[in-house]
C-alpha cells in the first residue's frame, strides 16, 4: 500500500507570512497515463474538508491564489503565499494515482502564531 | 448547487449494524471516507461509476458494503459486525473528492 506522510504536524505562522506544508509518498505518483493524481484538502474547525489542489498543482474553483501546489513523483508541496485567520485548520494531501486504494496523508495543522 | 446530505449516524453496541445514506443532487457519488474523533482522514469504500465494483479499506472488509440507488440519487453504506475503532465521522464525497457532505457520526460503544 501507498504511505503518504505528511511533514511538519503542526505549522504555527504568523498571519501574512508564508507557509509550507510538505507530503512525500513511499511509491511514485505518476499514472500509467501520464497524470499525477496527487490532491491537497483543507479542514477548517468544524467543517468538512474541501479540496483545494487536484493533479498536484490545479486549484480548484474559488480557492485563492494565494494558495499553490507543485512537486513531482514523491515529493509535494502546498504553499499559502501570505496566511490569513481563515486559513486555519488541518491540511491533507491525498493520492489517487493507486485507485482503487486512495490513501490521505495523517495531515498538518495551521495555527496562528 | 451541489448538495450532499448524509444520515443514519447514531449510537449502536459493538457487533451492530448501521445503514448510512447519502443524498445527492446532480452529479455521481462514489466515496465514504471516515474521520475518528480527533483523527486524520481515512478512505473507506469507493463505488465505480457504473455501480458494478466495489473497493473497500482492509479494515472494513467484509463488514461493510457501499451501495446506491440511482432512482433515488441516493449512495448507502451498509455498517456490519461494528467495532469500537469503527466510531468516526462518515462523509459521503464525489468521485473526484471534490465535493463532500457534512458528515453523519457513528458511535460503537456498549
Known amino acids: 500500500d501507498v504511505v503518504m506522510s505528511q511533514s511538519p504536524p503542526s505549522l504555527p505562522v504568523t498571519l501574512g507570512q508564508p507557509a509550507s506544508f510538505s507530503c512525500r509518498s513511499s511509491?511514485?505518483?505518476?499514472?500509467?497515463?501520464?497524470?499525477?493524481?496527487l490532491s491537497w484538502f483543507q479542514q477548517r474547525p468544524g467543517q468538512s474538508p474541501r479540496r483545494l489542489i487536484y493533479?498536484?498543482?490545479n486549484r480548484d474553483s474559488g480557492v485563492p491564489d494565494r494558495f499553490s501546489g507543485s512537486g513531482s513523483g514523491t515529493d509535494f508541496t502546498l504553499k499559502i503565499s501570505r496566511v490569513e485567520a481563515e486559513d486555519v485548520g488541518v491540511y491533507y494531501c491525498?493520492?489517487?494515482?493507486?485507485?482503487?486504494?486512495?490513501?490521505f496523508g495523517q495531515g498538518t495543522k495551521l495555527e496562528i502564531k | 448547487q451541489v448538495q450532499l446530505v448524509e444520515s443514519g449516524g447514531g449510537v449502536v453496541q459493538p457487533g451492530g449494524s448501521l445503514r448510512l445514506s447519502c443524498a445527492a443532487s446532480?452529479?455521481?457519488?462514489s466515496h465514504w471516507v471516515r474521520q475518528a474523533p480527533g483523527k486524520g482522514l481515512q478512505w473507506v469504500t469507493v463505488?465505480?461509476?457504473?455501480?458494478?465494483?466495489?473497493f473497500y479499506a482492509e479494515s472494513v472488509k467484509g463488514r461493510f458494503t457501499i451501495s446506491r440507488d440511482i432512482s433515488k440519487n441516493t449512495l448507502y453504506l451498509q455498517m456490519n459486525s461494528l467495532r469500537a475503532e469503527d466510531t468516526a465521522v462518515y462523509y459521503c464525497?464525489?468521485?473526484?473528492?471534490?465535493?463532500w457532505g457534512q458528515g453523519t457520526l457513528v458511535t460503537v460503544s456498549s
Open positions: 464525497a464525489t468521485h473526484e473528492f471534490d465535493f
Open positions: 446532480g452529479f455521481t457519488f
Open positions: 463505488i465505480s461509476y457504473d455501480g458494478n465494483n466495489q
Open positions: 511509491q511514485s505518483l505518476v499514472h500509467g497515463d501520464g497524470n499525477t493524481y
Open positions: 493533479k498536484v498543482s
Open positions: 491525498m493520492q489517487a494515482t493507486h485507485w482503487p486504494l486512495y490513501t
